[in-house]
């Protein structure tokens, strides 16, 4: 499976933006997948997950800001971020776990998007 993530970019505080993971591979529904960000300095945090079966994770830090959705049929995942603070600034992330499920740590991810980077100004 590979990932391709898109949709990064600057945006000011306040602000939306929507982030998308393509993946390749026949699979894909079975796949759990999340977002993860890494801020300079940081260790690797998930942000938001959804499992196979639909049940979904968010973060403290995003819960009622961030959502995530996935398209099966178009073999993507998205993450809508809404009231962007600068804190959100980070490179973002997909992940794909083969097992269906999700989890905190990202070494239980087997497949990993290049990331794409987000800046939020104040």
């Known amino acids: 499976v590979q990932l391709q993530a898109s949709g990064g970019g600057l945006v000011q505080a306040g602000g939306s933006l929507r982030l998308s993971c393509a993946a390749s591979?026949?699979?894909?529904?079975?796949?759990?997948m999340a977002w993860f960000r890494q801020a300079p300095g940081k260790e690797r945090e998930l942000v938001a997950a959804r499992s196979w079966s639909g049940g979904t994770f968010y973060s403290d830090s995003v819960k009622g800001r961030f959502t995530i959705s996935r398209d099966n049929a178009k073999n993507t995942v998205y993450l809508q971020m809404n009231r962007l603070k600068p804190e959100d600034t980070a490179v973002y992330y997909c992940?794909?776990?083969?097992?269906?499920?999700?989890?905190?740590?990202?070494?239980?991810?087997?497949?990993w998007g290049q990331g794409t980077l987000v800046t939020v100004s104040s």
């Open positions: 591979g026949r699979t894909f529904s079975s796949y759990g």
């Open positions: 992940a794909a776990d083969r097992g269906g499920s999700y989890d905190r740590r990202p070494t239980e991810y087997e497949y």
